[in-house]
């Protein structure tokens, strides 16, 4: 009899971070949230956030849930939260394999043309935490003016990818 184990299947809603050590395929819906990925060849280890705003107000570092109450509904503090779980896990930052999706314009005013968007902010502060944590972003789909749906195999470190046309993103 053939015994491979299924993956757990989990949505993961805005704000949200899940750290997988067994295989699990993870989804996500994504307007102007940037999702992240990252993942340890080495270990089969995943993790994923969906952030929903770019930074917090908090005075301390993100990592500190003392000081940073919702920490993972933000860019920034997802990523250094998801950064601290691979270091505790002895997972070294050569080691992780980093994507960024989102951040897309699907709101898109004559406004939006003159300043910086939410999606257009958060794309910023992931790749600029990223940068300057040195980790190297493998694959990137962000920006734009549609939606996107991701699916994320914390086993493999595969994301599939479907951009949303503008129906499937918007409420009845």
């Not at 301390?60 to 691979?86: A, N």
């Not at 960024?100 to 935490?129: C, P, R, W, Y």
Request: hydrophobic fraction near 35%.
């Amino acid at each position: 009899m053939y015994n491979q184990a299924v993956p757990v299947q989990i949505f993961l809603q805005p704000g949200e971070i899940y750290y997988a050590e067994k295989p699990a395929l993870i989804s996500t819906l994504l307007g102007s949230c940037v999702a992240v990925t990252m993942f340890s060849p080495r270990l089969g280890a995943g993790a994923i956030s969906h952030g929903i705003l770019p930074c917090c107000k908090g005075k301390k570092p993100c990592e500190d849930d003392e000081y940073c109450r919702e920490g993972i509904r933000y860019v920034e503090c997802s990523i250094m939260r998801m950064l601290g779980w691979f270091m505790q896990n002895g997972i070294a930052r050569e080691e992780i394999d980093v994507k960024v999706f989102g951040g897309s314009d699907m709101l898109s005013t004559l406004e939006s043309t003159t300043k910086d968007t939410v999606g257009q902010q958060n794309i910023a502060m992931a790749f600029h935490v990223l940068e300057k944590e040195m980790l190297r972003v493998s694959n990137s789909d962000v920006g734009g003016l549609r939606g996107r749906k991701i699916i994320f195999s914390s086993n493999t470190g595969e994301v599939l990818l479907k951009r949303l046309r503008k129906s499937e993103s918007e409420n009845p």
